[in-house]
């Protein structure tokens, strides 16, 4: 495929529930981003991969929410034990970083709309 | 939290008249970006301005920047139906390593045929 892919596109989950979403970004792109967006809202950040390090988590708004990209490709968001709050759309973006470039064009995949009943 | 804000929260205009929307930032950016999203879609990359860049065009687009201003404009000529959508400028800081994009919290656009 030619873009970032994201599974499942829609999730209702019990509160309590644990959650896991998947994102494949583009192959080849050593980034790999996931965002979290509020209803009429813009996306907040949450955390960021190069490879399969998990360079930034500074976003994640708690310790439920656990990310991995463990083979520097496909990555997993998962959020445990599901609370009302979490229910946002949940994008996945990929980018070729090279340390040299200024440019970071990020490329976004459709998202995972979550929603905690 | 958002970076800053976008003006106007929405706008809406007729087929043909031309769309600007702005955005105003907090930081020092390495660069702005801006970009579309449908309903229900992931986020369209539109067009990147460096720091060190004051306008840019692409096709019907045109972006400002002002650093001194911490501002930027986006600006859609001739707009069509199609071009209606959530606008969201969003830039990359210019110190550390961060290289998360921080987001604005959008325009809607509506064009009217």
């Known amino acids: 495929g030619a873009g970032v892919s994201q599974s499942p596109r829609y999730k209702v989950a019990k509160r309590g529930q644990d959650v896991a979403l998947r994102c494949d970004p583009i192959?080849?792109?050593?980034?790999l981003f996931w965002y979290q967006q509020a209803l009429g809202q813009g996306p907040e950040f949450l955390t960021y991969f190069q490879n399969e390090a998990q360079l930034d988590k500074s976003g994640l708004p708690s310790d439920r929410f656990f990310a991995e990209r463990p083979e520097g490709s496909v990555s997993t968001l998962k959020i445990q034990r599901t609370q009302q709050e979490d229910s946002a759309v949940y994008l996945c973006a990929s980018s070729l970083a090279r340390s040299s470039t200024m440019s970071y064009e990020q490329y976004f995949g459709p998202g995972t709309r979550l929603t905690v009943t | 939290s958002q970076q800053g804000e976008e003006d106007p929260q929405a706008l809406s205009i007729q087929e043909g008249e031309n769309a600007t929307m702005n955005c105003s930032y907090k930081t020092s950016i390495n660069n702005l970006q801006w970009y579309r999203q449908n309903s229900g879609r992931g986020l369209v990359h539109l067009i990147l301005i460096r720091s060190n860049e004051r306008e840019k065009h692409s096709g019907r687009l045109r972006v400002t920047l002002d650093t001194s201003k911490k501002s930027s404009s986006l600006l859609i000529t001739a707009s069509r139906a199609a071009d209606t959508a959530s606008y969201f400028c969003a830039t990359l800081k210019s110190s550390g390593s961060a290289r998360q994009l921080t987001f604005g919290s959008g325009t809607q656009l509506t064009v009217l045929p």
């Open positions: 192959s080849g792109h050593v980034s």
